[in-house]
């Protein structure tokens, strides 16, 4: 599992979170649709999912309809427990998709955040990346941190 390193996307191009990897089953509801889909990496500002529903490869185009936009990605974690993010669809192709999450509780905030610090190598430097906002409208206090 490689987290990445840390660095300002607007100077260098390159992602600003670490990504850990992770394949948990979920559902993007998007353009009227339920898709079911995989993640393969999550971060704490998006994820890499697969749409469990078509065939793999550079052609793949599925589903109809949801190449840009928005939704609400539900992950399941145990009973009675989902992570609910509202996300942006921010590239599709070869049967995968980049999701930008755009907003979510700060329980499932919570949720996330433990996923990717207990698979990442080091969770510290997950915890050094709080200190920066990754979003342009939020304020470090929209999440209380729970050490």
């Known amino acids: 599992m490689d987290t990445g390193r840390r660095v300002n996307r607007k100077d260098t191009g390159r992602r600003e979170r670490s990504r850990v990897e992770g394949h948990f089953e979920a559902d993007l509801v998007m353009a009227g649709q339920v898709i079911p889909v995989r993640t393969e990496n999550v971060s704490l500002k998006g994820m890499l999912v697969v749409f469990l529903e078509c065939h793999d490869g550079?052609?793949?185009a599925c589903p109809e309809g949801v190449e840009d936009g928005h939704g609400l990605l539900r992950l399941p974690l145990a009973k009675?427990?989902?992570v609910e993010v509202e996300v942006e669809m921010?590239?599709?192709?070869g049967g995968r998709a980049a999701l930008r999450y755009q907003g979510m509780d700060e329980?499932?905030?919570?949720?996330l955040r433990n996923m990717?610090?207990?698979?990442?190598?080091?969770a510290d430097d997950i915890d050094r990346e709080q200190?920066?906002?990754?979003f342009d409208d939020l304020s470090d206090s929209d999440f209380e941190r729970d050490d």
């Open 90 to 93: 921010v590239r599709a192709e």
């Open 131 to 134: 200190a920066v906002p990754a």
């Open 116 to 122: 990717v610090r207990l698979a990442a190598n080091d």
């Open 107 to 111: 329980e499932s905030y919570r949720h």
């Open 58 to 60: 550079p052609d793949a």
């Open 80 to 82: 009675g427990v989902t």
